[in-house]
């Protein structure tokens, strides 16, 4: 058994809540600063979906060209996800949560309650449409160290797609670190003083409590060091979570051992130098002692495969000039684990409105728009139950 150290990622979006005119996450109705999804168009499928080269080897990075100032660049063309059923709860086989019919209204509002004896906070987003009768899936969004859930859900352009197709959205804050900085743990070791896990199996069970919601129908996904916590809960909460999804970060740590096989995918650019794509030191967490990455991210990603009884070569397809995929197939339960990998891609998170508008300008790296993080996660989510 290989040693492990799970580090904390900085993700340093500062200058995230003045582009959201925000971030504070202390007012109660955080609606106005959360941008909507911003639509790229026109919207193109991939041609192909086949792989070009069976292999497992990724295109070398090309060189970023220097964009022109004077001129607005054109479009990429967006990978649009694969049809997917409606997110209306057809499973009737159990009964309506606690949060049935507790009369919480569609919008965006921050919520606190008491966990271990401390007021925590989070974003709830109720889709537009609401119905208090009708059980919704739920996605949890994690953020990165030294955000909130203000950020987070605007860096992760949830909202608008949330109404759209009818989810419900909490993003809750962190607690602050030695260095003050909000954070998720990855180990158990790492802090003596607190339990992130437990924290999240309590917030899922207030937001059930409160919320209509399909409780087979539980999602996680999260960015840098709440991507480290979705990879946390993928094998600590498989029996709660249906699927997962991590932007910017995942690690499979040797402790692992799900009891049940969580479909799994992952997003990560190829320039990411807070998360380093190839592993070794982040360059971007300053005043902090940073350990080193043991390995290129995908290979974390492909032991969540191994785990999963998946072939060890992927299927490799380029999607587009960005965008590869990596599609481990006849995993066990026939569920889904595929890697996509964003060329010349930094610390951010894909097709985001706001991490196009700052991620280079803090320092995080470029954004691609051929691919939405968001709505490739969502069609994939979609496919998933603890019922199936």
């Not at 271990?116 to 009708?134: F, H, K, W």
Request: include cysteine.
């Amino acid at each position: 058994m290989k040693p492990r150290v799970l580090p904390p990622v900085m993700l340093g979006l500062a200058l995230v809540a003045i582009a959201c005119g925000g971030g504070s996450g202390e007012s109660t109705d955080t609606t106005s600063r959360v941008p909507a999804i911003a639509q790229n168009e026109p919207v193109v499928e991939a041609a192909d979906p086949t792989p070009k080269a069976e292999t497992t080897e990724a295109p070398a990075p090309k060189a970023e060209p220097e964009p022109d100032p004077t001129t607005e660049p054109e479009a990429a063309p967006t990978i649009a996800p694969a049809e997917v059923p409606s997110s209306e709860s057809t499973n009737t086989s159990g009964s309506l949560s606690s949060g049935c019919g507790a009369g919480a209204v569609p919008g965006t509002t921050t919520v606190m309650f008491n966990f271990e004896g401390q007021e925590r906070v989070y974003e709830q987003v109720v889709p537009a449409g609401y119905d208090d009768s009708t059980r919704l899936p739920v996605v949890l969004n994690w953020h990165g160290l030294g955000s909130n859930g203000v950020e987070q859900l605007a860096f992760s352009d949830y909202t608008a797609l949330a109404d759209a197709e009818g989810f419900i959205v909490i993003v809750p804050t962190g607690l602050e670190d030695a260095t003050g900085l909000n954070s998720w743990e990855l180990t158990p070791e790492q802090f003596a003083d607190r339990d992130d896990l437990a924290f999240a199996n309590t917030l899922l069970d207030e937001v059930i409590g409160t919320l209509c919601v399909d409780d087979s129908r539980v999602y996680t996904t999260g960015m840098s060091n709440g991507g480290y916590f979705s990879s946390v809960l993928v094998c600590e909460m498989s029996d709660r979570i249906a699927a997962a999804a991590s932007v910017a970060a995942l690690s499979h740590a040797d402790s692992c051992d799900p009891s049940r096989v969580v479909p799994y995918i992952g997003f990560h650019g190829t320039n990411d130098e807070v998360v380093p794509y190839d592993g070794g030191e982040s360059s971007m967490a300053p005043g902090q002692s940073v350990p080193l990455f043991e390995l290129k991210i995908l290979d974390e990603f492909a032991e969540f495969a191994a785990e999963a009884g998946c072939d060890v070569e992927p299927r490799v397809a380029q999607l587009s000039p960005q965008v590869t995929s990596f599609d481990f197939q006849n995993c066990a339960d026939d569920v889904q684990m595929t890697f996509y990998e964003i060329e010349g891609g930094g610390h951010s998170w894909p097709g985001s409105a706001v991490s196009l508008a700052v991620s280079e300008a803090i320092g995080l790296g470029a954004t691609t728009d051929e691919i939405s993080a968001s709505e490739t996660s969502w069609a994939f989510f979609q496919q998933y139950s603890l019922d199936n």
